[in-house]
């Protein structure tokens, strides 16, 4: 079960408090719609679309804050954040161990900067299917 707090739970669908019912969220869906199509995008554009998609919920982020929306943003966020890092070394240990042996390894080396791929995508898939 997931708890408000931890910063490590899935994204979720748990209906907002009852004082949090009322308001519509159908913009703020929309949007968050986008987020996942332009996270989902990204791996195949260097993640250039993830930094829209990052700035747009930066942007938004408030607009959400206490709803269950917001388990998504935060969810997105740590994707990115989590990925860029993996990304970073995944590549840094991709070239630097190819170039220690002369290219051999950069044959077998490949697979890291595709698991951070996978990754990715993976975390973008769950987060959207628990959206809908």
Same mark, same amino acid.
């Given at each position: ?12 669908t748990?209906v ?8 519509? +969220? ?7 719609q =986008?987020?996942?199509i332009?996270? #989902? @995008?990204?791996?195949?554009? *260097?993640? $250039?679309?993830?930094i ?25 966020s ?9 990304? +970073? ?7 630097? =161990?190819?170039?220690?042996t002369l #290219? @051999?390894?950069?044959?077998? *080396?490949? $697979? ?12 973008v898939?769950i ?6």
């Amino acid at each position: 079960m997931n708890e408000p707090n931890n910063p490590y739970a899935s994204p979720t669908t748990n209906v907002a408090p009852p004082n949090l019912q009322e308001r519509d +969220l159908s913009g703020e869906k929309n949007t968050l719609q =986008l987020l996942y199509i332009l996270h #989902g @995008i990204a791996p195949f554009t *260097l993640y $250039i679309l993830a930094i829209v998609a990052m700035i747009v919920g930066a942007i938004k982020s408030d607009d959400v804050r206490g709803t269950w929306l917001d388990t998504h943003y935060s969810w997105l966020s740590r994707t990115f954040w989590f990925g860029l890092l993996w990304w +970073l070394l995944a590549w840094g240990v991709f070239w630097v =161990l190819g170039v220690l042996t002369l #290219g @051999i390894g950069m044959v077998v *080396l490949w $697979i890291l900067p595709f698991g951070v791929f996978a990754w990715y995508l993976y975390r973008v898939i769950i987060g959207w299917i628990k959206f809908e």
